[in-house]
């Protein structure tokens, strides 16, 4: 089937660093892109999404990019923050697969004071 | 508060026995999905409704059984069919099939 994502990487990075986390997926026909933060025992966390035909959306402190010729979506965290510290999640959703979401492996950020 | 609640936070049981992991939500979202999460691994999608009194298999269904008689409640049971049923499950809800997905607190099952 359709896979997103790494198998569960993990970044260490420095605090007030920024932080780039990466994602391959590989249904170049996926219409939309959400990431997710998941900390230890708890249940994923929206953070932010764009669609397929965006390049690039921005939040608060974070950004997510999308380069379609190359499959690729990355988060890039600004002035990355202790309570950062958590694995994230990319997803996919396929609307004609019947809207469902397609998780990728994650990767652990570990932020260093 | 709206939000999606699961219960009970741990639960144990004795190999061979099925068990049944709640889930509700108050935010009249349309769309609940199950997940399940091993350690250091994604979420895998065990089912989904997009609609009361309808659901779907998703990718690791086998094992498991659930209902949606409620818009509010999908109840998910556990089978003494799962071959290996410890992890992690979580529960979600979403406005639309397709749309940002709101998660649970899981719902932690280990089984003895």
């Known amino acids: 089937g359709e896979s997103v994502g790494l198998h569960l990487p993990t970044l260490s990075v420095q605090e007030g660093d920024n932080s780039i986390i990466n994602c391959a997926y590989s249904n170049s026909a996926s219409d939309y892109f959400i990431w997710y933060k998941q900390e230890s025992g708890k249940g994923p966390q929206f953070i932010i999404d764009i669609r397929s035909n965006m390049d690039k959306r921005q939040g608060q402190r974070v950004t997510v990019l999308l380069n379609k010729t190359v499959k690729h979506l990355s988060l890039q965290i600004a002035a990355t923050q202790p309570g950062d510290s958590a694995v994230y999640f990319c997803?996919?959703?396929?609307?004609?697969?019947?809207?469902?979401?397609?998780f990728g492996g994650g990767t652990r950020v570990l932020v260093k004071p | 508060d709206g939000g999606i609640t699961q219960s009970p936070k741990y639960l144990f049981r004795k190999e061979g026995q099925n068990v049944t992991l709640s889930c509700e939500q108050n935010l009249n979202h349309d769309a609940m999905y199950w997940y399940r999460q091993d350690p250091g691994q994604g979420l895998r999608l065990i089912y989904y409704s997009q609609i009361v009194n309808d659901f779907q298999k998703g990718d690791i269904a086998e094992g498991y059984s659930v209902s949606r008689e409620k818009k509010e409640s999908f109840p998910l049971t556990v089978t003494s069919a799962q071959k290996n049923p410890t992890a992690f499950y979580l529960c979600?809800?979403?406005?639309?099939?397709?749309?940002?997905?709101?998660f649970g607190p899981g719902t932690r099952l280990t089984v003895l």
């Open positions: 979600a809800s979403s406005t639309l099939p397709g749309s940002e997905q709101f």
């Open positions: 997803a996919e959703i396929f609307k004609a697969a019947g809207n469902k979401l397609t």
